[in-house]
């Protein structure tokens, strides 16, 4: 199962919409979800923080 699947089951991804079977992600809504759920780090022992 990929990441994407899991956080749509689970929620915490980005928004979904479903067409028929099939999930799409929209570009903006991926790109709006990554701008609040990400930071940028310049060390490996900044992410234990």
């Known amino acids: 199962m990929s990441w994407l699947e899991v956080k749509a089951t689970h929620g915490g991804g ?3 919409i ?9 570009k903006a809504d991926v790109l709006a979800w990554l701008e609040e759920n990400s930071r940028t780090v310049t060390s490996t022992s900044q992410l234990a923080a």
């Open 14 to 16: 980005p928004a979904m």
């Open 18 to 26: 479903k067409i028929g079977r099939r999930v799409m992600y929209r």
